[in-house]
């Protein structure tokens, strides 16, 4: 099982100036119980927006870059490696950022994403979701409260089996 996990705004906004755009505690505490314990894959870009690797978590950072290191992060060169980086892991985590989601989103077989409902400016985009291959399978609505600025769902995707 591989999952896309993912924050994404009305339009499709996950990033600008490679930093996230909105402070969501609900989604930052769903995201860490969710990947506690697994490998977490990431485009080099958004690992360097997080600065280091994250407690209880299996980091795996994605570079062309041959001599790219770093301390206790796994480096490999392309998605497939870090895929197979993770093979002893039942369940690893696709963390993005735009760049490895496009790539990743043929081979996941299934989507948790925190849905914001606002649109923002950005320069970091999600895949268009094709609704003839990803079904939905579960949703939480909520709505913007002292803590959490924005009205926001918990929607998980899983891949169609072919007919
Ligand atoms: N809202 C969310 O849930 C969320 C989650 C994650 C990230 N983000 C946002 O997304 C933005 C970053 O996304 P991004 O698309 O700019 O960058 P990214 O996907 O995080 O990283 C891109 C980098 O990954 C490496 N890479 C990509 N494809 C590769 C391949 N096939 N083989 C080897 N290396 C490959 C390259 O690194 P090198 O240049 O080193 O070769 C490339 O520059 C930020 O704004 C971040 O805040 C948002």
């Not at 062309?64 to 895929?83: F, P, Q, T």
């Not at 606002?118 to 609704?131: Q, R, S, T, W």
């Amino acid at each position: 099982m591989l999952t896309i996990i993912a924050a994404v705004a009305k339009n499709g906004a996950l990033g600008k100036d490679n930093q996230l755009i909105w402070h969501l505690p609900a989604d930052l505490k769903r995201f860490k119980e969710v990947t506690n314990g697994h490998h977490i894959i990431m485009g080099r870009k958004t690992f360097e927006s997080l600065g280091k690797p994250l407690p209880n978590r299996t980091t795996i950072i994605i570079t062309r870059n041959k001599d790219y290191h770093v301390e206790n992060c796994i480096v490999v060169n392309s998605l497939g490696e870090a895929i197979a980086a993770a093979k002893e892991d039942d369940n690893p985590y696709i963390l993005g950022g735009a760049e490895i989601y496009k790539q990743a989103m043929d081979i996941a077989d299934k989507l948790d994403l925190t849905l914001v409902h606002h649109k923002f400016d950005a320069d970091a985009f999600f895949p268009e979701i094709d609704k003839n291959i990803w079904e939905e399978i579960s949703r939480d609505d909520f709505s913007k409260d002292e803590k959490n600025q924005f009205d926001y769902s918990f929607v998980k995707y899983q891949k169609k089996s072919p007919n």
